[in-house]
């Protein structure tokens, strides 16, 4: 199985406060999970990946963390902004793919001022 | 340092005429990767090329072809239009193909209409 499944489809969070986005996977072929993030218009633009090999990793206000044995992860917004307000897509890889991402649906984030 | 670029930026067509979109990589970046985004979800792989040649394939019919150049630069071709191909094309470019330790960058895409 291919698929990626993102939860929850939409997500609205005030000003200051935590956004957690969730997402599984089914192949264990997966070694790759990126975050993107998209603006209306504009194409994904990648916000921070981690590998299988680390249970987290933290980048500013952005955090992964990842269960490898549940075969899930999720990307955590500390103190979420407006500016933060997007579309965010997790997305995972695999070295015997060509390293074609295969995304999830997709959340949309608004963050109240 | 340009990033990926796309063009055309809009395209409007009618069903069954044919389309070229173009893409250049991120300078010093040899693969590229387009994926189909329809509206309210998530990118689809297309297809990937590597040293001028299709790599690899997502599940699109043989309407959908494409050119690498030795530049390096892409092309995405698609026949026979029909409404559901509808969608933001999009490009991604990275070093390297089976490099795991370098992600992929994607273009702004081109937006698609078929009336």
């Known amino acids: 199985q291919q698929q990626v499944k993102q939860s929850p489809q939409s997500l609205i969070v005030q000003k200051g406060g935590i956004s957690i986005i969730n997402c599984a996977y089914e192949?264990?072929?997966?070694?790759?999970f990126p975050w993107y993030q998209q603006f209306p218009g504009k194409g994904p633009a990648l916000l921070i990946a981690?590998?299988?090999?680390?249970s987290e990793k933290k980048e500013g206000r952005f955090t992964i963390s990842f269960n490898k044995s549940a075969k899930q992860f999720s990307l955590h917004i500390m103190d979420s902004q407006p500016g933060d307000s997007a579309t965010y897509f997790c997305a995972a890889s695999g070295a015997g793919s060509a390293r074609q991402l295969t995304f999830g649906s997709g959340t949309q984030l608004t963050v109240l001022p | 340092d340009a990033g990926v670029t796309q063009s055309p930026t809009h395209l409007i067509k009618t069903r069954g005429q044919q389309v070229t979109l173009r893409c250049s990589p991120k300078s010093g970046h040899d693969t590229v990767s387009w994926y189909q985004q329809a509206l309210g979800q998530g990118p689809q792989f297309i297809f990937q090329?590597?040293?001028?040649?299709?790599?690899q394939r997502g599940n699109f019919p043989d309407r959908f072809s494409g050119h690498q150049f030795p530049n390096y630069s892409s092309e995405l071709n698609v026949n026979a239009l029909l409404l559901g191909d509808s969608a933001l094309y999009l490009c991604?470019?990275?070093?390297?193909?089976?490099?795991?330790?370098?992600?992929?960058?994607f273009g702004d895409g081109t937006r698609l209409s078929i009336l």
């Open positions: 090329y590597y040293e001028e040649e299709e790599r």
């Open positions: 981690i590998r299988p090999d680390v």
């Open positions: 991604a470019s990275s070093l390297g193909q089976k490099n795991s330790n370098q992600p992929q960058h």
């Open positions: 192949n264990t072929a997966f070694d790759y």
